[in-house]
């Protein structure tokens, strides 16, 4: 088992630093560097280079729960929220946010759009027999509400990952946008069996997709991270070595040929980084 801790204790005297990311979530590679994203930040990402951390504010947007990120050049990536309603069950337009930046050393928004609307009628149109469609509208996340919590891009399309809902099979959902610099189009869904737990995150790698699984509400007991063919839809566990001793990740970064880059998701300090590297 290797671990290597990467998000450690840099120097407040040295470097503009957070040496804590609360409630981390999303996070993606652009340019070399690492770019992370937080639960509850409405306006700000992490930035890291090297050892340098830095939360870096984002001017001419506010959004809340930015739950993943996706790299689409050395320039750019996208960010999305969960487009679900609070835990408290009302509705934001700031949860239901896909947006395009740009990023030249600080990040600017490019585009933005709201996706709920079309999501929830696609979801009824192509998986309505297989889903409470009223729960997925009016439950908060943690009781069945649309939340999407993985995306990354691959090819010309944007695939989006949902920690809920789940199939009444037990299965989780992947949708699939077409031209997502444009003009984001839901065109076509798939199913995977990920043993009734939901899609915590996404990468690429390859001609392949990397999907971190969990739980489909906020009752998190074991991770698996899988590899899954998005045209034959074939899945094949990924055995990472060290990744059944991570704490609770949120998403995954492939950093080279032969490492990946973990985020952890954590309210307040913890034993184990945020960001943590793993070798295979």
Same mark, same amino acid.
């Given at each position: =088992?290797?671990?290597? !801790?990467?998000?450690?204790?840099?120097?407040?005297?040295?470097?503009?630093?957070?040496?804590?990311?609360? #409630?981390?979530?999303?996070?993606? =590679?652009?340019?070399?560097?690492?770019?992370?994203?937080?639960? #509850?930040?409405?306006?700000?990402?992490?930035? +890291?280079?090297? $050892?340098?951390?830095?939360?870096?504010?984002? $001017?001419?947007?506010?959004?809340? @729960? =930015?739950?993943?990120?996706?790299?689409?050049?050395?320039?750019?990536?996208?960010?999305?929220?969960?487009?679900?309603?609070?835990?408290?069950?009302?509705?934001?337009?700031?949860?239901?946010?896909?947006? %395009?930046?740009?990023?030249?050393?600080?990040?600017?928004?490019?585009?933005?759009?709201?996706?709920?609307?079309?999501?929830?009628?696609? %979801?009824?149109? $192509?998986?309505?027999?297989?889903?409470?469609? @009223?729960?997925?509208? $009016?439950?908060?996340?943690?009781?069945?509400?649309?939340?999407?919590?993985? =995306?990354?891009?691959?090819?010309?399309?944007?695939?989006?990952?949902?920690?809920?809902?789940?199939?009444?099979?037990?299965?989780?959902?992947?949708?699939?946008?077409?031209?997502?610099?444009?003009?984001?189009?839901?065109?076509?869904?798939?199913?995977?069996?990920?043993? #009734?737990?939901?899609?915590?995150? %996404?990468?690429?790698?390859?001609?392949?997709?990397?999907?971190?699984?969990?739980?489909?509400?906020?009752?998190? #007991?074991?991770?698996?991270?899988?590899?899954?063919?998005?045209?034959?839809?074939?899945?094949?566990?990924? +055995?990472?070595?060290?990744?059944?001793?991570?704490? +609770?990740?949120?998403?995954?970064?492939?950093?080279?040929?032969?490492? %990946?880059?973990?985020?952890?998701?954590?309210?307040?300090?913890?034993?184990?980084?945020?960001?943590?590297?793993?070798? !295979?």
């Amino acid at each position: =088992m290797k671990f290597l !801790f990467l998000a450690v204790l840099f120097s407040s005297s040295l470097f503009a630093a957070e040496e804590f990311i609360p #409630e981390a979530s999303g996070s993606t =590679m652009v340019g070399g560097t690492l770019i992370i994203s937080g639960d #509850e930040e409405p306006k700000a990402l992490w930035l +890291r280079k090297e $050892n340098t951390l830095v939360k870096s504010k984002v $001017n001419g947007a506010t959004w809340d @729960d =930015m739950e993943a990120l996706a790299t689409l050049d050395s320039k750019q990536f996208y960010g999305i929220t969960s487009h679900s309603l609070t835990k408290k069950g009302k509705q934001k337009p700031e949860r239901e946010q896909l947006f %395009l930046f740009s990023f030249d050393g600080k990040v600017t928004v490019q585009k933005s759009w709201s996706l709920r609307n079309s999501i929830l009628a696609f %979801l009824e149109k $192509n998986y309505g027999s297989v889903l409470n469609m @009223d729960e997925v509208r $009016n439950a908060s996340p943690d009781d069945g509400g649309l939340n999407i919590e993985g =995306m990354t891009y691959l090819g010309t399309k944007l695939y989006l990952g949902l920690r809920s809902p789940i199939t009444s099979s037990g299965q989780a959902i992947v949708l699939v946008l077409s031209q997502p610099e444009t003009n984001p189009t839901l065109s076509e869904a798939f199913t995977v069996n990920l043993g #009734e737990k939901g899609i915590r995150g %996404l990468e690429t790698s390859s001609d392949k997709l990397v999907v971190l699984s969990g739980s489909k509400n906020d009752v998190d #007991e074991k991770f698996g991270i899988h590899l899954l063919n998005p045209i034959t839809r074939a899945l094949s566990l990924w +055995r990472v070595p060290g990744f059944e001793g991570l704490i +609770r990740p949120e998403s995954v970064v492939l950093e080279s040929d032969r490492s %990946l880059l973990f985020v952890q998701d954590f309210e307040e300090v913890q034993n184990q980084e945020v960001i943590v590297q793993l070798s !295979f």
